[in-house]
């Protein structure tokens, strides 16, 4: 049995719990089209908006010994789960936190945000969690748990990130923990 993104969504939604962004939870609770399949029904970001966003799911998960956020193809997704499962008023503090960061990067910086050095994106992000932006740590919450979700339901996040066992060995209740690499999936 090899998992799916539908069940992967119900575990980052029991995970998330009460404060699951409405377009996620929808998605997880969802019977009907799986979420991955083809592009959005509708474009949501601009061009710009486009590239920070695929730049910021990068500062959010990194690529590191294992692929990052972009590789994973969180981008697409969350402009997929945008355009098919969020309502206007769900896309509203995602859109206005992306150009409430452009803005800032471009005073503070000169340059647009997604051609910030990745220590400027970090701050960019920092100030919105933080709250230091007018809806910033709006933006960031929910920013934040779309990256997740996109990332750990991935084909990458759930074999690369995770070891994934589709039938999990046998039970070693002394089973160092020093000899744990990576947290397992099923």
Do not use: C, H
Not at 170 to 180: H, I
């Amino acid at each position: 049995m090899i998992i799916d993104r539908r069940d992967a969504l119900a575990g980052m939604a029991a995970m998330f719990g009460a404060s699951l962004f409405a377009p996620i939870a929808r998605a997880a609770a969802a019977q009907a089209t799986p979420i991955s399949g083809g592009p959005p029904s509708a474009p949501v970001f601009t061009t710009q908006q486009r590239a920070l966003m695929a730049a910021l799911s990068e500062r959010v998960m990194p690529t590191t010994d294992t692929p990052g956020a972009i590789a994973a193809g969180v981008p697409e997704f969350i402009e997929k789960l945008l355009a098919d499962w969020a309502s206007p008023d769900d896309r509203k503090p995602i859109l206005a936190g992306l150009d409430v960061i452009e803005a800032r990067s471009r005073s503070d910086y000169g340059v647009a945000a997604d051609k910030a050095t990745p220590a400027q994106q970090d701050a960019l992000l920092t100030l919105a969690m933080d709250g230091k932006l007018a809806g910033g740590a709006d933006f960031f919450d929910k920013f934040r748990q779309l990256v997740l979700t996109g990332y750990f339901t991935s084909e990458v996040g759930i074999t690369q990130e995770r070891e994934y066992l589709p039938v999990p060995g046998q039970y070693d209740g002394a089973y160092p923990y020093s000899r744990v690499n990576k947290v397992f999936s099923s």
